[in-house]
């Protein structure tokens, strides 16, 4: 039996955005289903169920935005908007709407397409339940609550293993400062950056091979952070 396709939908309203992403995502085997308003795009997520939306924000009827907040009242589907907006502020905004990631234009095909499989994967991941998270050299047993870099287990306190977690579930994603701290800290806490960049730093200590190198914990300026999605061990060619 043929495996099935996973639907993407584009809500894009630029015809020849639109012909680039077919050819892309068809090659990369992809079905695409296409619509250039917003309105219409709500109406096919819930008749298409697609595996992942593609979304414009600069749309001719209801911004992009609307249209996050239109989907998340019903649908946890990954969202990645992809727009040429790209202050800090809308991407912010969008990704505290419930967007998972951001992709400004003019985008790379294939830092699209890895985007698109990173945020796949995940959402397979998360409706799996798997008992264990790994990403490169890192690998979290979350039944025995333990963490292990490279074979060798790491000492984390309570906080720094919630915050490996977070990061962990999400990798490959940007997140925004406030949904870290939101996540692992609690609404209390949304304002203290001071909080998150002392645990970030304490974390890097324990699990980057280069602390003041990043490979795992990137930072993204102005926004938050980003886990790298690594598929080989670190130091291996
Ligand atoms: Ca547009």
């Not at 870099?149 to 977690?165: A, D, F, I, S």
């Not at 949304?190 to 699990?207: A, N, P, T």
Request: glycine share 6%; hydrophobic share 40%; aromatic share 6%.
């Amino acid at each position: 039996m043929a495996k099935k396709k996973n639907t993407i939908l584009v809500i894009e309203d630029e015809l020849s955005i639109r012909k680039i992403l077919a050819i892309s995502l068809e090659s990369a085997g992809y079905r695409m289903v296409e619509c250039d308003n917003g309105k219409e795009g709500i109406r096919l997520v819930a008749s298409v169920k697609p595996e992942l939306v593609l979304l414009d924000l600069g749309l001719p009827d209801i911004d992009g935005q609307e249209v996050i907040d239109g989907i998340r009242q019903w649908s946890q589907v990954p969202i990645i908007v992809c727009s040429v907006r790209n202050t800090d502020k809308e991407i912010i905004n969008a990704l505290s709407a419930g967007a998972d990631d951001y992709v400004t234009k003019p985008f790379n095909p294939d830092v699209l397409l890895a985007r698109i499989h990173t945020n796949l994967r995940k959402a397979a991941a998360q409706e799996a339940g798997e008992p264990e998270l790994a990403n490169g050299d890192i690998r979290m047993d979350l039944v025995r609550h333990e963490v292990f870099m490279g074979g060798q287990k790491v000492m984390l306190t309570p906080k720094e293993y919630e915050l490996l977690r977070y990061f962990l579930i999400n990798r490959g994603k940007m997140l925004t400062h406030k949904q870290v701290l939101k996540e692992v800290w609690g609404n209390a806490h949304m304002e203290d950056m001071q909080y998150l960049r002392v645990y970030v730093r304490q974390l890097r200590e324990k699990i980057e091979p280069v602390p003041t190198q990043p490979r795992y914990i990137i930072t993204e300026p102005g926004i938050g952070y980003r886990m790298e999605s690594i598929t080989l061990p670190v130091g291996h060619p």
